[in-house]
């Protein structure tokens, strides 16, 4: 079975200051991992996806995030905290083909000036 | 133009009404999915189809039904619609082998009174 945990419903970071969203999964078999970003009023776009290359992943719009089996971990980070990234965020692990791909309840991102 | 798109993007609809929500995709997809979104709750899958003459249900069908008209179009019914399935709908692409990198369209905000 797998399921994925994130483990803050809501960060709050001043602009300029790094960012860390925390994710946890489990999953039975080698999952794929990925980040999604909605902002407001948006449908989901992906920031960055995991498949059993480099364990760090470049995404877009400056976010990255590591991928650590031993701690079935996928947290997101951003050096550099900006205004336009006040949005939601959803981990989200997939299993091979379609199988049940599981979306985390979300992380709210605030971006104070 | 947009990928993904849904119509249409707000309804508001009373207890006990038909109401069918649409999506229509560019992007020459064969998977075609319906979540909804509700606060806290992340995304629950509705139906999924991963071509015209295969459809699926999700973790939460109950009260819905889909139709796939075409591989570009995907339809999601509420019967007879109940107010605890007011929610934001989105529709969501993906290809074979690649279901959990998917695309979604902006959302349909449905209020039922």
């Known amino acids: 079975a797998q399921s994925v945990t994130q483990l803050d419903s809501h960060v709050s970071v001043s602009e300029g200051t790094p960012v860390l969203l925390r994710c946890n999964y489990s999953?039975?078999?080698?999952?794929?991992l990925f980040w999604y970003v909605q902002h407001p009023n948006k449908g989901l776009q992906l920031l960055l996806k995991y498949t059993s290359a480099a364990t760090l992943v470049k995404g877009i719009n400056g976010f990255e995030a590591e991928f650590k089996k031993s701690e079935t971990s996928f947290h997101l980070t951003k050096p550099s905290a900006h205004m336009s990234d006040a949005a939601e965020y959803f981990c989200?692990?997939?299993?091979?083909?379609?199988?049940?791909?599981?979306f985390g309840p979300g992380t709210s991102l605030s971006v104070i000036p | 133009d947009a990928d993904v798109t849904q119509t249409p993007r707000n309804r508001i609809t009373k207890t006990g009404k038909r109401i069918m929500l649409e999506c229509s995709q560019t992007k020459g997809h064969d998977r075609m999915y319906w979540y909804r979104q509700d606060p806290g709750l992340g995304l629950r899958l509705i139906y999924y189809s991963f071509d015209v003459k295969d459809i699926n249900k999700g973790e939460i069908s109950d009260g819905y039904s889909v139709s796939r008209q075409a591989q570009a179009k995907f339809s999601l019914s509420l019967e007879s619609a109940i107010p605890n399935q007011t929610a934001l709908y989105f529709c969501?692409?993906?290809?074979?082998?690649?279901?959990?990198?998917?695309?979604f369209g902006p959302g349909t905000r449905l209020t039922v009174t």
């Open positions: 999953s039975s078999y080698s999952p794929s």
């Open positions: 969501a692409t993906s290809l074979s082998g690649e279901s959990g990198k998917q695309y």
């Open positions: 989200v692990v997939s299993g091979t083909s379609y199988d049940k791909v599981i």
